[in-house]
């Protein structure tokens, strides 16, 4: 039903809700899950995640992070209505909210001090 977002995946680099999403629409597309974002846990949004601590039960953490991935991509200093815009369709039943925006803007900030 794609109401949750917990399982946003990448599609060609655009957000998509795998639930929702037809095996032979993937064909030939790039699919890039949370296991692919980096090997070894480099990822700013990895960093800033375990930095700020943001899971509480971690089922939506996955999909919280794609959606993250794409917005960091587009826009490397998201103001706090860029990031709730962004963020509408992941649900995080734990309410970790303002700590997801924290990491994304710290996200960010190792994003912008790396390059």
């Given at each position: 039903?794609?109401?949750?977002?917990?399982?946003?995946?990448?599609?060609?680099?655009e957000?998509?809700r795998?639930?929702?999403?037809r095996?032979?629409?993937?064909?030939?597309k790039?699919?890039?899950?949370i296991?692919?974002?980096?090997?070894?846990?480099?990822?700013?949004?990895?960093?800033?995640?375990?930095?700020?601590d943001?899971?509480?039960?971690g089922?939506?953490?996955?999909?919280?992070l794609?959606?993250?991935?794409?917005?960091?991509?587009?826009?490397s200093?998201?103001?706090?209505?860029?990031?709730d815009?962004?963020?509408?369709?992941?649900?995080?039943?734990?309410?970790?909210?303002p700590?997801?925006?924290?990491?994304?803007?710290?996200?960010?900030?190792i994003?912008?001090?790396?390059?």
């Amino acid at each position: 039903m794609a109401q949750c977002g917990a399982c946003t995946v990448h599609l060609d680099g655009e957000a998509i809700r795998s639930c929702v999403k037809r095996v032979s629409d993937a064909t030939g597309k790039d699919i890039t899950t949370i296991e692919g974002l980096s090997p070894d846990l480099s990822h700013p949004l990895q960093k800033a995640w375990m930095e700020i601590d943001v899971p509480q039960c971690g089922y939506c953490q996955s999909g919280q992070l794609m959606s993250a991935a794409v917005l960091l991509a587009e826009n490397s200093s998201p103001t706090d209505n860029d990031i709730d815009e962004a963020m509408t369709g992941n649900i995080c039943r734990c309410g970790t909210y303002p700590r997801i925006r924290s990491a994304i803007h710290r996200a960010a900030e190792i994003k912008r001090s790396t390059t």
